[in-house]
């Protein structure tokens, strides 16, 4: 019922008219299959339509074989009664095939970390366990206009040669549209196994016509993602407006870390700002509107996903840690076949310290696009660069959990803010059929809290 009559889209639509013209209008995430003829499976593919990401439950039983434990979600009250909370909770990262570890990709320079994707990816080709991989690269035509910014637009290529997967090393961040090569792969007999990179949004679209495309054998590798910008242009004003960059041709890449600073990896270095120096209002306009209802930040329908947020941060993120979920017996043998090349080093389980839900209630409490939705006042500049490294270094030495807990409380905050923003959007119906119930249960245990219970009502 939430869908436009599908008589009324041109088949399939082109990226232009984005979003208006598209089904999933504001909240669509250009994931690629409305630009192919595989729009005529909207409706049951699309993470924004009718039950979007609710469909997350019945379609972990058909990927993995069953769904995640939702009894093991992990509350530090919980640790009162004796349980071991060091390690990541199935209800909250998804169904694990063996516990989380921490990873580096071996010998991949220019990766957006250590280059554990793309370690993992490469390996699955060189070895012929795939034809090809689906991943995403530097808009060439941007690069044949010499554009400094190319980095920053993602252009989905499908790729058959070892020099083609490393196109894919870093992360543009701006939504991609990784599905648009569904017909390629669908009309090229040559391609018999594929390996599929992508994000949540994208992987739950490509798992609704997998069996479609006539293949023998796919693998799907992914990524943590949360908050991406709309578009190239949003994340080159972030930079430029929020953490005040003027020369934006030295940037290569971002991410915001675990010490609560963007750390922007420059031609010959790293910028770093802490979140609380950077203005309330760059925060809209830098979220795509999809990713404020988006509850599966963990990939949880990839056979295995790459993520930082639950790795101990080491300074800089292509010396760091990242971590690694296998979810099934695919991803298994992906991490396998990167180990067997040597290009995959696997370290100790993830483990985390510190409680998480403190922090998450103060952090969606503050958070600008919360204000705005609620009507309260977003700042319009942030504390000074030195008092905002001090804030940075207190909070995070002192008041942060850790490891997996850290990133406990940065999926609890997430999505504590998505329910507000669905909440308000779409109304308590259809908000508790768009949540997997995992997210829902974080939600009826945080609106056990005065100040989320407030936040809910003001809406
Ligand atoms: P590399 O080996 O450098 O490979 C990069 C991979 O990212 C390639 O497969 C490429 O296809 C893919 N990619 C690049 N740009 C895009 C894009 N726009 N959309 C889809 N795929 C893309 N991890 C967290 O723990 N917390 C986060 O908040 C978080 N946010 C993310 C947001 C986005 C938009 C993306 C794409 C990833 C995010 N990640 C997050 C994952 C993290 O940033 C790294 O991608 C991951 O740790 C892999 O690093 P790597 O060095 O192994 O990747
Ligand atoms: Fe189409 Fe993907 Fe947008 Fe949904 S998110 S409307 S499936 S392009
Ligand atoms: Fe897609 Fe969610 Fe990432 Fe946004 S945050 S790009 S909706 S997976």
């Not at 090393?169 to 196994?193: F, H, M, Q, T, Y």
């Not at 298994?332 to 995959?344: H, Y």
């Not at 600008?368 to 319009?380: A, F, K, N, R, Y």
Request: aromatic share 8%; proline share 5%.
């Amino acid at each position: 019922e939430h869908v436009m009559a599908l008589a009324s889209l041109p088949s399939p639509i082109s990226g232009e008219g984005w979003p208006e013209k598209f089904p999933a209008k504001e909240h669509c995430s250009r994931c690629g299959l409305c630009e192919t003829t595989f729009v005529s499976r909207v409706k049951e593919a699309c993470a924004f339509l009718g039950d979007g990401m609710g469909r997350v439950d019945d379609a972990e039983m058909k990927v993995h074989g069953r769904q995640r434990d939702t009894a093991s979600m992990a509350w530090s009250e919980n640790k009162d009664r004796g349980e071991d909370l060091s390690t990541a909770d199935e209800a909250r990262f998804g169904v694990m095939h063996e516990p989380m570890r921490l990873a580096k990709g071996i010998g991949m320079r220019d990766a957006q970390w250590t280059g554990v994707v793309t370690s993992i990816a490469l390996s699955m080709l060189e070895a012929g366990k795939v034809d090809a991989v689906v991943c995403i690269a530097n808009s060439s035509e941007e690069s044949n206009k010499s554009n400094p910014q190319a980095w920053s637009y993602p252009q989905p290529i499908l790729a058959k040669t070892p020099e083609d997967v490393l196109r894919g090393r870093g992360v543009k961040p701006a939504l991609s549209p990784s599905l648009n090569v569904l017909d390629e792969i669908k009309n090229d007999k040559s391609i018999r196994k594929l390996l599929f990179c992508g994000v949540g949004c994208a992987v739950q679209a490509f798992r609704a016509v997998q069996d479609d495309l006539g293949l023998e054998e796919v693998y799907v590798l992914g990524t943590n993602c949360v908050d991406n910008s709309p578009t190239p242009e949003a994340a080159q004003n972030f930079l430029q407006e929020g953490v005040q960059i003027s020369e934006l041709e030295r940037v290569r890449g971002y991410e915001f870390m675990q010490d609560f600073k963007v750390h922007v990896k420059t031609s010959d270095g790293y910028i770093t700002r802490p979140y609380f120096s950077l203005p309330g209002t760059v925060a809209a306009p830098s979220i795509a509107t999809s990713c404020l209802a988006c509850f599966d930040y963990t990939n949880g329908l990839a056979d295995v996903v790459v993520g930082y947020m639950g790795a101990p941060l080491d300074g800089k993120m292509d010396e760091s840690y990242q971590t690694l979920t296998i979810r099934n017996e695919r991803g298994s043998q992906m991490v396998e076949t990167a180990k067997d090349a040597n290009r995959l080093y696997i370290g100790d389980v993830a483990t985390g310290t510190g409680n998480h839900e403190q922090l998450a209630t103060s952090t969606v409490a503050a958070d600008s696009i919360v204000l705005e939705m609620v009507g309260g006042d977003v700042p319009t500049s942030g504390m000074p660069v030195w008092m905002g490294n001090i804030l940075a270094f207190v909070i995070s030495n002192y008041v942060s959990p850790k490891g997996v807990n850290f990133a406990r409380y940065s999926i609890d905050y997430h999505i504590l803010r998505n329910y507000l923003h669905i909440l308000q959007e779409w109304g308590e119906d259809r908000a508790q059929q768009a949540m997997p119930q995992y997210a829902a249960d974080i939600v009826s245990h945080y609106l056990q809290d005065e100040t989320v219970r407030k936040l809910q009502s003001q809406l």
